[in-house]
C-alpha cells in the first residue's frame, strides 16, 4: 500500500523560512505531477505549488516568488522550500502526489497534513 508521509512544518517567525517534504513509500513504479495545497483556517483548500514528472513548475501568486518546489525521483520525494513567510501563510500544507503502482495504474495520493503557522 502506497501512503505520503509529510514533515518539515512547525513555528517560524514572519520573515522566516521552512522546508516541507513529502515522501511517497510503497510499491510504486513511477511518480506523475507532484503538488502541494494548503488549507488555513475556515478556508477551502488551496492549490499552492506544482511540479510535473518532466520538472516543470509552477506556483500561486500568493506565494511566487517566495516558495520554490523541487523532487527528487530517486527518493520519491516533493520538496516546498518557503522562504519570506508571512501570517497569511499560516496553515495546514498537504502534498498530493499521481502514483503510478504499475505501468497502468494510477492513484492520486494525499499526505497527512502538517502545521505551518508564521508568527510573532
Given at each position: 500500500?502506497?501512503?505520503?508521509?509529510?514533515?518539515?512544518?512547525?513555528?517560524?517567525?514572519?520573515?522566516?523560512?521552512?522546508?516541507?517534504?513529502?515522501?511517497?513509500t510503497g510499491s510504486i513504479f513511477r511518480i506523475g505531477y507532484m503538488d502541494w495545497y494548503r488549507?488555513?483556517?475556515?478556508?477551502?483548500?488551496?492549490?499552492?505549488?506544482?511540479?510535473?514528472?518532466?520538472?516543470?513548475?509552477?506556483y500561486a501568486d500568493s506565494v511566487k516568488g517566495r516558495s520554490t518546489i523541487s523532487r527528487d525521483?530517486?527518493?520519491?520525494?516533493?520538496?516546498?522550500?518557503?522562504?519570506s513567510l508571512k501570517p497569511e501563510d499560516t496553515a495546514v500544507y498537504y502534498c498530493k502526489f499521481a502514483v503510478f503502482t504499475d505501468a497502468s495504474r494510477l492513484v492520486e495520493l494525499w499526505g497527512q497534513g502538517t502545521l505551518v503557522t508564521v508568527s510573532s
Open positions: 500500500q502506497v501512503q505520503l508521509v509529510e514533515s518539515g512544518g512547525g513555528l517560524v517567525q514572519p520573515g522566516g523560512s521552512l522546508r516541507l517534504s513529502c515522501t511517497a488549507q488555513a483556517t475556515g478556508n477551502e483548500r488551496e492549490l499552492v505549488a506544482v511540479i510535473t514528472s518532466g520538472g516543470a513548475t509552477d525521483n530517486a527518493k520519491n520525494s516533493a520538496y516546498l522550500q518557503m522562504n
